[in-house]
């Protein structure tokens, strides 16, 4: 079955910048909605960013404004491009892969496939 491997994580100090990357390990053959979620230690996961194939994207309020949600060239790729990044934002960082219509806030629910995580530490 075809998963999300994530990379582009690590640790880097307040106001700081980190690009997230993710790609299919697998073959996926439909053009998928892809997101990103977050866990940070002792809470729940929560939505991220999204792009749906129409390019249309969606960000947390949290996020908006400081990262950016993209598409690589390859099929079901994508791009988290994190700038002026805060120690709240601290979390494991998780790919998701869509087959249907996503919501603006999207649930964890309406993704069929999930990366690993990747650590993203901000320090102050």
């Known amino acids: 079955q075809a998963q999300l491997v994530e990379s582009g994580g690590g640790l880097v100090q307040a106001g700081g910048s980190l690009r997230l990357s993710c790609a299919p390990s697998g073959r996926i053959f439909s053009t998928l909605n892809m997101g990103w979620f977050r866990q940070a230690p002792g809470k729940e996961r929560e939505f991220v960013a999204a792009?749906?194939?129409?390019?249309?994207?969606y960000y947390a309020d949290s996020v908006k404004g400081r990262f950016t949600i993209s598409r690589g060239n390859a099929q079901n790729t994508v791009y988290l491009q994190m700038n002026s990044l805060k120690p709240e934002d601290t979390a494991v960082y998780y790919c998701?892969?869509?087959?249907?219509?996503?919501?603006?806030?999207?649930?964890?629910?309406?993704?069929?496939?999930w990366g690993q995580g990747t650590q993203v530490t901000v320090s102050s």
């Open positions: 792009i749906e194939r129409s390019g249309s994207t």
């Open positions: 998701a892969a869509a087959l249907f219509t996503i919501s603006p806030r999207a649930t964890e629910g309406e993704f069929n496939y």
